[in-house]
């Protein structure tokens, strides 16, 4: 079973910068994508930026030219660099991948985001 565990989440100031980690117990090489969504409270979950596995990258409009996301199939880890934080990018960062050879998809628990202003 594949499980993704985040890490990196924390208090940040305005303007700061934060790298969260996902870790992933299996390969993300036959994961089709890696994405990071997020969630702030009272609004839904919504997309942040996926990585293809040929390494293509998208980003929500949002988190253009602050966000980085970047992945290393060696190490099955999938990372996205904040940069110029803003307090409206508060959330929980939510790790995806997927979906795989048998069209399976897998979240990860969650990392906390504050951005204070």
């Known amino acids: 079973q594949v499980q993704l565990v985040e890490s990196g989440g924390g208090l940040v100031q305005t303007g700061g910068s934060l790298r969260l980690s996902c870790a992933v117990s299996?390969?993300?090489?036959?994961?089709?994508?890696m994405a990071w969504y997020r969630q702030a409270p009272g609004k839904q979950r919504e997309l942040v930026a996926t990585?293809?596995?040929?390494?293509?990258?998208n980003y929500a409009d949002s988190v253009k030219g602050r966000f980085t996301i970047s992945r290393d199939n060696a190490k099955n880890a999938v990372y996205l660099q904040m940069r110029s934080l803003k307090p409206e990018d508060t959330a929980v960062y939510y790790c995806?991948?997927?979906?795989?050879?048998?069209?399976?998809?897998?979240w990860g628990q969650g990392t906390q985001v504050t951005v204070s202003s």
């Open positions: 990585i293809t596995r040929g390494g293509n990258t």
């Open positions: 299996g390969s993300i090489f036959s994961m089709n994508a």
């Open positions: 995806y991948a997927g979906p795989d050879e048998f069209l399976r998809r897998y």
